[in-house]
């Protein structure tokens, strides 16, 4: 495994604190030996259209930190063949795009903050960070892009968006420059591009198998009917074919609706089981025996006959639109003690399980275990709980860093070809171990993850090492 995070220590005032990422060896390395550069800010069109960040959840109150976890590791790269050419005063130049101002500006703000945690902790002398503003939008990347080949950069992290990495795609590939963009969209990545948001269809396949592994084999979607919705179904669909489950039930609801009782009720197959339950009833009344009134008495008080026909749930929504699903499922007797409900990263926030229907459900996340105590740090610099989505930022930084101080150590050239990028055994970071193949994909191990009223517990933990790819 190659490691890219191997310690490090901030000072806090007059404490410090190791963060818990695998250590192999300890750095110290100077706030001031990273030099961070920021330049003209590329400008967009008069009139220009505002992308939107799918997936940015709420944040949380902080946890009580972990302790530091040791493990030893082989060193990073290692086997990797490399141009030998000695480049004393030669700098690593990397780019850094970022929506610094426009609609998503305090986003791309979060993300500079954990970049610079990132050069402080793992950067080696000879390392720049070459920042650009997007604005948010294609345009604004597009421009910021051509700054940055002026630059002759070496690597690209960034952008946020799938427009913006689709716009600055032409750029990139014409100057030979890989791109590390923070999108979670498959449809962009290839030749070059890489994707490394955590997508939709990682966490579906995560925590499908691990359901289907405890026994929970008949799945019903309940799904946003937009993009992500969609793709949550097809990657399911797919995901279907010759495995170990099937979908028992598929119903698509309008996330712009207040009102979702109809579509839930559907779902439930809530009239089909309350009329079983009348003519059951009504049998039982027509038997008039001591049995038959034995077993009315325990029909008391229920409005369904039966559970649904299938063992689990996905809702793959969050926030305000989750908890108006949750506990409409319960309501229209989904019973989440009879079905567990299933979701995806979008519920990654304590406080979702002050809804009893919540409680006990699963869903698929990178491990909470480095995250917590980075997110402790990151509030005592910043004065504020980051979102989730700093973390690639932190981890996409400090794996350029360390290639690029790895070079620098054997006075070799900076090496950010895609046989560097795509070492199979991968690499680990905030988010745990993850890679990236050669058609752009990133692979992540997550964890299955439960909510308890305002608590996060790991139910079934991340892998640490991945298994080798078959060819």
Same mark, same amino acid.
């Given at each position: 495994m190659a490691t890219f995070l191997s310690g490090y220590l901030a000072v806090l005032g007059r404490r410090v604190t190791t963060l818990p990422v695998i250590i192999v060896v300890t750095l110290f390395v100077s706030a001031c030996q990273t030099t961070m550069k920021t330049g003209p800010d590329a400008t967009a069109e008069k009139t220009v259209v505002e992308e939107t960040v799918a997936e940015v959840e709420p944040v949380d109150e902080p946890l009580e930190p972990i302790e530091p976890e040791v493990i030893e590791e082989p060193s990073p790269f290692a086997g990797i063949q490399t141009e030998t050419v000695v480049i004393s005063e030669k700098r690593t130049k990397v780019g850094f795009l970022l929506p610094l101002s426009g609609r998503h500006k305090t986003v791309g703000q979060a993300l500079l903050n954990a970049a610079q945690?990132?050069?402080?902790?793992?950067?080696?002398?000879?390392?720049?960070?070459?920042?650009?503003?997007?604005?948010?939008?294609?345009?604004?990347?597009?421009?910021?892009?051509?700054?940055?080949?002026?630059?002759?950069?070496?690597?690209?992290?960034?952008?946020?968006?799938?427009?913006?990495?689709?716009?600055?795609?032409?750029?990139?590939?014409?100057?030979g420059i890989n791109v590390l963009s923070f999108s979670n969209d498959q449809a962009v990545a290839g030749d070059g591009i890489y994707v490394l948001g955590?997508?939709?269809?990682?966490?579906?396949?995560?925590?499908?198998?691990?359901?289907?592994?405890?026994?929970?084999?008949?799945?019903?979607?309940?799904?946003?009917?937009?993009?992500?919705?969609?793709?949550?179904v097809s990657a399911l669909q797919i995901q279907s074919y010759g495995s170990n489950f099937e979908i028992s039930r598929l119903g698509f609801f309008n996330p712009n609706d207040p009102d979702l009782t109809g579509e839930v009720k559907a779902i439930a197959d809530y009239d089909q089981r309350h009329q079983a339950l009348l003519s059951h009833k009504a049998n039982l009344k027509s038997k008039g025996d001591a049995a038959s009134r034995k077993a009315l008495k325990r029909l008391k008080g229920r409005d369904t006959f039966n @559970?649904?026909?299938?063992?689990?749930?996905?809702? #793959?929504?969050?926030? *305000?639109? +989750?908890? $108006?699903?949750? @506990?409409?499922?319960?309501?229209?007797?989904?019973? #989440?003690?009879?079905? *567990?409900? +299933?979701? $995806?990263?979008?519920?990654?926030?304590?406080?979702?399980?002050r809804e009893p229907a919540l409680v006990g459900s699963w869903y698929a996340a990178p491990?909470?275990?480095?995250?917590?105590?980075?997110?402790?740090?990151?509030?005592?610099?910043?004065?504020?709980?980051?979102?989730?989505?700093?973390s690639l930022a932190y981890d996409t930084v400090a794996l350029a860093a360390v290639i690029a101080r790895q070079a620098?150590?054997?006075?070799?050239?900076?090496?950010?070809?895609?046989?560097?990028?795509?070492?199979?055994?991968?690499?680990?970071?905030?988010?745990?171990?993850?890679?990236?193949?050669?058609?752009?994909?990133?692979?992540?191990?997550?964890?299955?993850?439960?909510?308890?009223?305002?608590?996060?517990?790991?139910?079934?933990?991340?892998?640490?090492?991945?298994?080798p790819l078959v060819n």
């Open positions: 945690l990132a050069l402080f902790d793992v950067s080696g002398e000879k390392f720049d960070l070459i920042v650009r503003d997007t604005v948010g939008t294609p345009t604004g990347a597009r421009g910021a892009m051509e700054s940055l080949v002026n630059e002759r950069v070496d690597l690209v992290i960034g952008p946020l968006f799938a427009t913006s990495v689709s716009a600055i795609t032409p750029l990139a590939r014409s100057a955590l997508t939709p269809e990682e966490q579906i396949r995560r925590v499908v198998n691990y359901s289907a592994a405890q026994g929970l084999r008949k799945i019903a979607v309940f799904a946003p009917d937009n993009v992500y919705g969609r793709r949550i @559970p649904p026909d299938y063992q689990a749930i996905i809702i #793959p929504t969050g926030g *305000k639109q +989750l908890l $108006t699903v949750a @506990p409409l499922l319960n309501y229209f007797d989904v019973d #989440p003690g009879q079905v *567990k409900y +299933l979701g $995806t990263a979008l519920w990654n926030n304590p406080k979702l399980g491990s909470p275990v480095h995250w917590d105590s980075f997110k402790d740090r990151y509030k005592v610099l910043y004065g504020k709980v980051p979102p989730r989505i700093v620098e150590s054997q006075s070799l050239a900076v090496n950010y070809s895609q046989s560097v990028l795509t070492n199979t055994q991968g690499f680990s970071g905030l988010d745990g171990v993850f890679r990236l193949h050669v058609d752009g994909r990133s692979e992540r191990g997550l964890a299955i993850l439960t909510l308890e009223r305002d608590l996060i517990n790991v139910v079934d933990p991340a892998p640490v090492t991945f298994a």
